[in-house]
């Protein structure tokens, strides 16, 4: 995770969009490339969307990414301790089913 959050900021950094990069921005980003995400479902089922175009699937998740990256790098947040973190949470939340003797 450090390597890629390396190579988005430094591509981010070598282009000089740090000004409206901004935690309110970043965060409609995310939500647009999420929606273009979407839009590569629309009006199919998920086997002809991936079968239709897998690779703008792929860059549609990529984007979401990049963003997420840069939003977590502007509020100072360690994405991976966070994901690790809300997994915790969430294994709480729904734990596994308790297993049952036959």
Not at 6 to 30: P, Y
Not at 40 to 69: H, P, R
Request: with cysteine; hydrophobic share 40%.
């Amino acid at each position: 995770m450090q390597e890629i959050t390396k190579e988005v900021l430094k591509f981010r950094n070598d282009r000089g969009w740090t000004d409206n990069h901004d935690v309110k921005n970043l965060a409609i980003s995310i939500s647009l490339e999420a929606n273009e995400l979407l839009e590569c479902f629309q009006w199919t089922n998920a086997e002809e969307s991936i079968g239709k175009d897998k690779q703008a699937i792929v860059d549609e998740m990529a984007d979401v990414l990049i963003y997420l990256i840069q939003m977590a790098d502007c509020m100072h947040v360690d994405l991976e301790k966070a994901v690790k973190d809300k997994l915790v949470k969430n294994a709480i939340k729904y734990p596994l089913p308790e297993k049952t003797v036959k």
